[in-house]
Every structure is written in structure tokens, then in C-alpha cells.
């Protein structure tokens, strides 16, 4: 599961990386990616330093950190 894991936290940095900023709905629903799995990515790269989360008018925004 961690192998799966892994692929979809790069799936998602690769999209932000091409996309910049997004609404977490926007990031789920342009990566396309099972609901647990791309929350379990988001965790990953969060807890590896590797995004920047905020809330801004109540929707949370996911970027890269450089």
C-alpha cells in the first residue's frame, strides 16, 4: 500500500507543480485519484515538509513549498 501511496503523493506534486495553487476539491478532482488514497497523499507530502496548506475564505489551498 505504501508503493501506491507513494505514486499518488507524486501524482499530486507533479500536478502542482505543472498547475501551481489549487482548492484541495480542485486538486482531488484534476488528479483524479481515489478519495482515501489522495487524502493518504496529502498527508505524506504534508508530513515530508513538501506543501503549504491554508485556509483562505473557509476553502483550503494546497501549493508546493519551494
Known amino acids: 500500500m505504501q508503493e501506491k501511496i507513494g505514486k499518488a503523493a507524486g501524482t499530486i506534486w507533479n500536478y502542482l507543480k505543472k498547475n501551481g495553487t489549487q482548492s484541495l ?3 482531488a478532482n484534476g488528479t483524479k485519484l481515489d478519495k482515501n ?4 497523499a496529502i498527508g505524506w507530502l504534508a508530513r515530508e515538509g513538501k506543501l503549504n496548506i491554508s485556509k483562505v475564505k473557509g476553502k483550503f489551498e ?3 513549498l519551494d
Open 37 to 40: 488514497l489522495f487524502q493518504w
Open 62 to 64: 494546497i501549493s508546493l
Open 25 to 27: 476539491t480542485a486538486l
